[in-house]
Nanobody, 122 residues
Framework: QAQLVESGGGLVQAGGSLRLSCAAS????????MAWFRQAPGKERLFVAG????????YYADSVKGRFTILRVDGRNTVYLQMNSLKPEDTAVYYC???????????????WGKGTLVTVSS
């Protein structure tokens, strides 16, 4: 059974950095596009960043371009989200997502993680 486990969330001051990790098991990692989504309190879950199966293509929400970087290490079955220059509006639960063959989108995700909370204080 496929499982995605996020880690690395926490409390950070505005302007700081965090790196989230998502460890995948129970699936052939190299066959899946991966992505990060986030859900702020009282709001819908939104796409943050995605990466193709081979890592050659990456995609970002406008709100995080230039600040966040997604990357994958297939040998570790892990996808990362490096978050720099964090803002209070980045506060959310961050979810890892997987989709067979293609990068996950808002409407198509095959597997979800349970999330990790990121809180950015002003």
């Amino acid at each position: 059974q496929a499982q995605l486990v996020e880690s690395g969330g926490g409390l950070v001051q505005a302007g700081g950095s965090l790196r989230l990790s998502c460890a995948a098991s129970g699936l052939t990692f190299s066959s899946y596009g991966m992505a990060w989504f986030r859900q702020a309190p009282g709001k819908e879950r939104l796409f943050v960043a995605g990466i193709s199966r081979n890592g050659a293509s990456t995609y970002y929400a406008d709100s995080v371009k230039g600040r966040f970087t997604i990357l994958r290490v297939d040998g570790r079955n892990t996808v990362y989200l490096q978050m720099n220059s964090l803002k209070p509006e980045d506060t959310a639960v961050y979810y890892c997502a997987a989709r067979i063959a293609l990068a996950p989108t808002q409407d198509r995700v095959d597997y979800w993680g349970k999330g990790t909370l990121v809180t950015v204080s002003s």
